[in-house]
């Protein structure tokens, strides 16, 4: 009767270890709708950096151009634009990425996650960058308007200047017999 009862333990002891192989495969399963809906949600994540990425490099290529000096204001009213269309994805996009870096639970994906928010720093640094090379474009224009206008008034000021003058210099020459007409 020991026999039976070793050969029943053993059995129950493959049992055991059969059963320990399968628990991860069991888990599984269950788990992968939820790893599936989390793959789609990094790769519609990575869809979406790629296109601010793309918006973050097209607004600093258009300040490339910058050794050629001041902007026209044109340039400078597109760029803004689109540097701004660019910036505001990004913080949507950051904002996005710290929400689901939060709720994930397996560490593949928090790695996954950290790579892509990394990617995305990148871009807000490189576009805060090319937001305050703008900013001083702007000033540039501001100030190349703000001495227009100057040298207009100096100009006007000067030629007023000059018919007071001309006014004035029968008066200083001791010439003050006024003409006919003006008696």
Do not use: W
Not at 5 to 28: C, I, V
Not at 87 to 100: A, E, I, K, Y
Not at 104 to 120: Q, Y
């Amino acid at each position: 009767h020991s026999f039976p009862t070793r050969r029943s333990s053993d059995l129950q002891g493959k049992l055991g270890e059969a059963q320990k192989k399968l628990g991860p495969y069991k888990r599984f399963r269950q788990e992968l709708p939820a790893r599936v809906a989390a793959k789609k949600a990094l790769s519609e994540l990575m869809g979406k950096l790629a296109d601010v990425e793309l918006e973050v490099e097209k607004a600093a290529l258009m300040t490339k151009s910058l050794d050629k000096g001041q902007m026209p204001e044109d340039e400078v009213k597109t760029t803004e634009e689109t540097s701004q269309k660019a910036q505001s994805g990004v913080t949507q996009l950051m904002r996005l990425m710290d929400m689901r870096l939060r709720a994930v639970t397996d560490d593949a994906s928090k790695a996954e996650l950290s790579e892509m928010k990394k990617r995305a720093q990148a871009s807000k640094t490189k576009i805060d960058s090319v937001l305050t090379t703008l900013r001083s474009q702007r000033e540039g224009l501001t100030m190349a308007n703000v001495l227009t206008t100057a040298t207009e008034r100096v100009e006007k000021v000067e030629a007023e200047s000059e018919k007071c003058q001309e006014a004035e210099l029968p008066f200083l020459k001791g010439v003050e017999v006024l003409p006919g007409d003006e008696s």
